[in-house]
């Protein structure tokens, strides 16, 4: 898929970028770091790859596959990918656990914020309905240059959220510091890019959109 390769060769301008910028603390996505990118990260101080606060969407059971993909609300690829990882819930149901973690990438505006608003979504029960809101309607808000916080306000209310909750869960401290467990979780992990997949642990390198599903029924045959 041409457009998977685009942002792979996209992603390699941004890598000095995700191991020393906050993307949600920065509005400009020019900034660049002189610091080296190289440090090391030994094997056994990696994180895993789903902790107690990873989203999950569909839990499969503890002997089942885990498909983790690491995405960017604003990110196209990411929602080109969305209704493909949509079709694959429903027809590996039961059979496959589907986790999501953050990774906001620095070039877009509204991307910490979209994470933040789908994880105060989230303390009230409400993932899956946000974060199918967020792709649903991400070419009505992405690549802009101005927060879009309210109308992510918007969706919650929507939704039937809890509104004073929900507005206290965007200003806690605590909701932006899971967003960036996520990310930094990431980086230790070597991700660079969205979306990026694991399947069964195994990051894949992403060339067509059949390879999830290719990955998906190799670890199933095991």
Known sequence: MTVLILAAAVAVL???LL??????????????????TDSAVSPTALPPLVDESTLILDDAGPDAPVVVEFLDFE???CGAVYPVMEELRGE???????????????GHFNSGNAAVAVETAAQQGAFEAMYQRMFETQSEWGEGRESEADRFRGYAQELGLDMAVYDAGVADPATLAR???DFQ???ALGVDRTPTIFVDGERL??????????AIQAALAE
């Open 14 to 16: 941004v890598i000095a």
């Open 19 to 36: 191991l020393t910028v906050r993307p949600w603390e920065s509005s400009d996505p020019s900034l660049t770091s002189d610091e080296s």
């Open 75 to 77: 990110c196209e690829v």
């Open 92 to 106: 590996y149901d039961g059979e496959v656990t589907f986790a999501v973690r953050y990774f906001p990438l620095p």
């Open 179 to 181: 967003v960036e467990q």
């Open 185 to 187: 979780a990431g980086v």
């Open 205 to 214: 390198e992403l060339s067509q959109e059949s390879d999830i599903e290719t």
